[in-house]
């Protein structure tokens, strides 16, 4: 993601190639998304004849001064990047553009060809990138920003405009949040994204998570001499990060979780200021009362630990409990109803004893919700319909066919016949 030293690298370049030439075309994409608040028409409009007089930028955001108003701006996003024709500008990661690829590029979402032939385009591949027309310029010096949103909104430029030790000590003794979260925003410091903040808090060995408001002064002042060695080294080298110093978290940072080492040190990756934040814990510790508070919640995560495999083992055990309990019944039930009454049936020839311990059983047993048993179950209701009080006409013809059934096998073979 371009930060501060990408984004001034692309200022450098522009400045350095198109400062006192015209605009003689320009080609805006149809990408509402990155083009924003004007329609493509409206911006060609507002750049082809106008001369471009400077180059400026404020954190993360640039903009091209025109010798009238308005003038296009530039929030780079995830992947923005500036590439200007036969100019080798920057090789940030994932904005690198080689000979070899289409001119302009499908990314483009800004093309502008100047009066002596030169050409620079604007690209954006995640269209994550913000470019628009801006009025109400002021820029009588490269520290005074346009006065409207949002270069408006930024905090102080982190290498134009550093602040002092004291200046910085004060204003961290007004901040209850995590210092990374801090360096993250940008009305408060511009210019500072993700991996600069994981660089600057690794080489001033502070954890992330720490309160800024709990900082020393020595920590303040430690933190704004790595500001300033992170942002001027990047820039040494173009914001080209295979240059980055060998010793930088930075070439470790995008590595898997237990493979990733900075100087033979572990790097451990947690959450800070809602961003993946790259750290050593042996060197970045947490200090004063959140120390002791981090002490007590490791005490009690071991503890909850082997605690929590106990209660662990036993939620498994105390739901199990119930469920053998109720198969027992059910099943138990289920089986006993099952294969007695069959045995009547089966082995007795309809034997009145058996069947009627068998019919208190299962009016004992026997849910009022199951289902109409099958098979021999069958038989038996009918048999104890034959025996009921009050029986229907029809379950009086089958106790006479059961009667006839009991009687003998020459008698049953004439009954069937009859019927």
Not at 131 to 145: A, G
Request: hydrophobic share 30%; net charge positive.
């Amino acid at each position: 993601m371009p930060e501060l030293p990408e984004v001034e690298a692309a200022r450098r370049a522009l400045a350095e190639n198109t400062i006192g030439k015209k605009i003689i075309k320009a080609i805006v994409a149809d990408d509402s998304k990155v083009i924003d608040g004007v329609s493509p028409k409206d911006f060609e409009a507002a750049l082809v004849g106008k001369t471009i007089v400077a180059v400026h930028r404020k954190g993360k955001n640039m903009w091209i001064q025109l010798d009238s108003p308005p003038i296009p701006s530039f929030q780079f996003g995830m992947a923005g990047a500036v590439y200007i024709k036969g100019v080798v500008v920057t090789k940030y990661k994932r904005s690198a553009v080689k000979d070899t690829d289409e001119w302009p590029s499908k990314y483009s979402k800004l093309f502008v060809e100047l009066a002596d032939g030169m050409e620079f385009s604007f690209t954006d591949k995640r269209r994550f990138a913000k470019v628009r027309l801006l009025d109400n310029v002021i820029c009588e010096t490269v520290l005074q920003p346009v006065s409207v949103p949002p270069i408006s909104e930024l905090g102080p430029d982190a290498l134009m405009e550093p602040m002092t030790e004291d200046d910085l000590s004060n204003s961290l003794r007004k901040k209850n949040i995590g210092i990374k979260a801090l360096l993250l925003d940008q009305s408060f410091i511009s210019g500072i994204g993700n991996w600069m903040a994981d660089e600057v808090l690794y080489q001033a060995r502070i954890h992330p998570q720490q309160t800024a408001s709990s900082l020393s002064k020595e920590s303040c002042a430690t933190l704004l001499k790595c500001i300033n060695e992170v942002t001027e080294k990047a820039l040494e080298v173009g914001a080209d990060s295979s240059q980055f110093p060998d010793d930088w978290i930075f070439h470790s940072r995008e590595k898997k979780p237990g493979k990733a080492f900075v100087d033979g040190k572990k790097i451990d990756f947690i959450k800070a200021g809602g961003r993946t934040t790259a750290y050593v814990p042996e060197l970045q510790k947490l200090s004063g009362n959140q120390a002791v508070k981090e002490t007590g919640k490791r005490s009690k995560r071991t503890t909850g630990g082997n605690g929590g495999g106990v209660d662990e083992s036993g939620s498994e055990d105390e739901p199990a409990e119930p469920k053998v309990t109720k198969g027992r019944k059910i099943g138990g039930a289920s089986k006993s109803s099952k294969k007695k009454p069959s045995a009547s049936v089966k082995d007795s020839g309809g034997d009145e004893g058996d069947d009627a311990s068998s019919k208190r059983k299962r009016g004992a047993k026997k849910p009022p919700t199951k289902s109409k048993p099958k098979g021999g179950k069958t038989g038996e209701a009918e048999q104890r319909q034959t025996r009921g009080k009050g029986a229907a006409a029809k379950r009086k013809h089958k106790e006479v066919d059961d009667n006839l059934s009991n009687s003998g096998e020459n008698g049953t073979e004439d009954g069937e016949e009859d019927a």
